[in-house]
């Protein structure tokens, strides 16, 4: 079965990755660098790519981004660096993901790249979460001389990264080496620990840390008003890629994923996690999927090419469409954690493709519509406001901080970012921030005012 998973784009060869840097027409304005959320040097890097000079690019690459083995792969290049190339025009931008891959992989496969750790005497910052926006702030902060500490809920690092994003597009080993690479700049990593639970906000400030940042994302799905939306055999995407992580790590037996050979999946949804999701059901054996989406393929949030290659692989979309009733829901109410055995298939959903009715026979339903931050930090501590629908309220100055002083929040949790590459470029900024409002405080403290 896994070697379903086997990543899907191949790295480029070290001749094809030389070629391809040697088409870089090296701007003077780039497009690429102003297409990148965080502003990556990309003409620089390549140019010495072109020449052979590795490290040099590496170096480059590593003073704007702390996960560019991860950001090679999953980043909406199409959208964003790629998408302004000057030659995108005549279709033929330059390669940048898979150039920026072909570097990082180089690079830790190799061994090359030693970084001189500064000492840790700026100050001391606690970081919760170890997704995009908190290995970003870790790296960023230990280079710039912060004692660093990640609280994780989870028995391993990488949030999303880890298990969110399936392996065939995002390989595990990949992300275990680039945190390992962010352990090595100083930063410690506390796993099973839940802040709100096994911790408090309080309780950090007591060991000494001079700020804290809240990088915990989304773990709460959002749900539909459908009827039927509560049958056990409804499930959400993200539940459902971290089960087949748990799955390919050895952590569960096959059958506790749900999905299984001759399933008939329906996703509803059609971001980046619903195709992953859609594709993931079709590696786990599923006999049909159709993503069913309310509007158009040109209004969905996926990227095109994620679409493409799920077209190619088989699945089916129905445009304009809305699930009406989930049916099979006798069992509506039930626990949400109840496993997918035989007795919790579904006999089928009804279908709205607009303004005509469709039954159609499926086993299971993956929802992937959003998700919403969870209140376990906030609800522990005093001090934290948030809006409306739950999302932590931040300040510009120093940006990110929350109401409560010294306590910073970026990334999902404070609906702004989108993608990895978002929640790091919203991370650099607050990095920044913390390190504005730590600076400010000890000068304060070192004046000798009289009294």
């Given at each position: 079965?896994?070697?379903?998973f086997?990543?899907?784009?191949?790295?480029?060869?070290l001749?094809?990755a030389i070629?391809?840097?040697?088409?870089c027409?090296?701007?003077?304005?780039?497009?690429?660098?102003?297409g990148?959320?965080i502003?990556?040097?990309i003409?620089?890097?390549?140019?010495?790519?072109?020449?052979?000079?590795?490290?040099n690019?590496?170096k480059?690459?590593?003073?704007?981004?702390?996960?560019?083995?991860?950001?090679?792969?999953v980043?909406?290049?199409?959208?964003?660096?790629?998408?302004?190339c000057?030659l995108?025009?005549?279709?033929?931008?330059?390669?940048i993901?898979?150039?920026?891959r072909?570097?990082?992989?180089?690079d830790?496969?190799?061994?090359?790249?030693?970084?001189?750790?500064p000492e840790k005497s700026?100050?001391?910052?606690?970081?919760i979460?170890?997704g995009?926006a908190g290995l970003?702030?870790a790296g960023?902060?230990?280079r710039?001389?912060?004692?660093?500490?990640?609280?994780?809920?989870?028995?391993?690092?990488?949030?999303v990264?880890m298990?969110g994003?399936?392996?065939?597009?995002?390989?595990?080993?990949?992300v275990?080496?680039?945190?390992?690479?962010?352990?090595?700049?100083?930063?410690l990593?506390?796993?099973?620990?839940?802040?709100?639970?096994t911790?408090?906000i309080?309780?950090l400030f007591?060991?000494g840390?001079?700020?804290i940042?809240?990088?915990?994302g989304?773990?709460?799905?959002k749900?539909?008003?459908?009827?039927?939306?509560?049958?056990?055999?409804?499930?959400?995407?993200?539940?459902?890629?971290r089960?087949?992580?748990?799955y390919?790590s050895?952590?569960?037996?096959?059958?506790?994923?749900v999905?299984?050979r001759?399933?008939r999946?329906?996703?509803?949804?059609?971001?980046n996690?619903?195709?992953?999701?859609?594709?993931t059901?079709?590696?786990?054996?599923a006999?049909e999927?159709t993503v069913?989406?309310?509007?158009?393929v040109?209004?969905?949030?996926?990227?095109?090419?994620?679409y493409?290659d799920?077209?190619?692989?088989g699945?089916?979309?129905?445009?304009k469409?809305?699930v009406k009733?989930?049916?099979g829901?006798?069992?509506?109410g039930?626990?949400?954690?109840?496993?997918?055995?035989?007795g919790?298939?579904?006999?089928g959903?009804t279908?709205?493709?607009?303004g005509?009715?469709?039954?159609?026979?499926?086993d299971r339903?993956?929802l992937a519509?959003?998700?919403a931050?969870?209140s376990?930090?906030?609800d522990s501590?005093?001090g934290?406001?948030?809006?409306?629908?739950?999302?932590?309220l931040?300040r510009?100055?120093?940006y990110?901080m929350?109401?409560?002083?010294?306590?910073?929040?970026?990334g999902?949790?404070?609906?702004?970012p989108?993608?990895?590459?978002?929640?790091?470029?919203d991370?650099k900024?607050?990095?920044?921030?913390?390190?504005r409002?730590?600076?400010?405080?000890?000068?304060?403290e070192?004046?000798?005012?009289?009294?």
């Open positions: 079965m896994n070697h379903l086997k990543e899907v784009s191949e790295n480029y060869t001749p094809e070629r391809e840097a040697q088409r027409l090296h701007c003077k304005v780039p497009g690429c660098k102003k990148c959320p502003s990556n040097d003409p620089d890097w390549i140019s010495e790519l072109a020449k052979g000079n590795f490290g690019a590496m480059i690459i590593n003073s704007r981004s702390n996960l560019p083995a991860v950001c090679g792969r980043c909406g290049h199409e959208r964003q660096c790629e998408g302004n000057v995108a025009k005549k279709g033929r931008h330059i390669n993901g898979k150039l920026e072909f570097v990082a992989d180089f830790g496969e190799a061994g090359l790249t030693h970084e001189a750790i700026r100050g001391a910052v606690a970081v979460g170890s995009p970003t702030i960023d902060l230990a710039q001389g912060f004692r660093v500490e990640i609280f994780e809920m989870q028995p391993e690092p990488g949030g990264l298990f994003i399936p392996e065939y597009r995002l390989p595990k080993e990949v275990r080496r680039e945190i390992k690479k962010i352990e090595n700049l100083g930063v990593f506390h796993l099973d620990t839940t802040i709100g639970r911790l408090t309080d309780d007591a060991r840390f001079d700020a940042f809240m990088g915990t989304t773990g709460r799905p749900t539909l008003p459908i009827p039927g939306i509560n049958h056990p055999g409804v499930r959400q995407a993200i539940w459902f890629l089960r087949v992580s748990l390919q050895g952590c569960i037996d096959q059958k506790e994923v999905i299984g001759g399933d999946i329906a996703v509803i949804g059609c971001g996690t619903a195709i992953d999701a859609a594709r059901a079709l590696r786990m054996g006999a999927v069913i989406y309310h509007r158009t040109n209004e969905m949030s996926a990227l095109r090419a994620e493409d799920a077209v190619a692989e699945v089916k979309f129905m445009w469409s809305s009733e989930i049916r829901a006798e069992n509506d039930a626990p949400t954690d109840m496993p997918w055995d035989a919790n298939r579904l006999s959903i279908v709205d493709t607009e005509t009715l469709t039954d159609m026979t499926v339903v993956i519509v959003g998700s931050p969870a376990r930090i906030v501590t005093d934290i406001n948030v809006d409306s629908k739950g999302y932590v931040t510009d100055v120093p990110g929350t109401s409560r002083r010294g306590v910073f929040a970026g999902d949790v404070t609906n702004r989108a993608t990895v590459v978002h929640a790091m470029q991370a900024r607050v990095a920044d921030g913390i390190i409002y730590i600076d400010a405080v000890k000068l304060m070192s004046i000798d005012l009289p009294s």
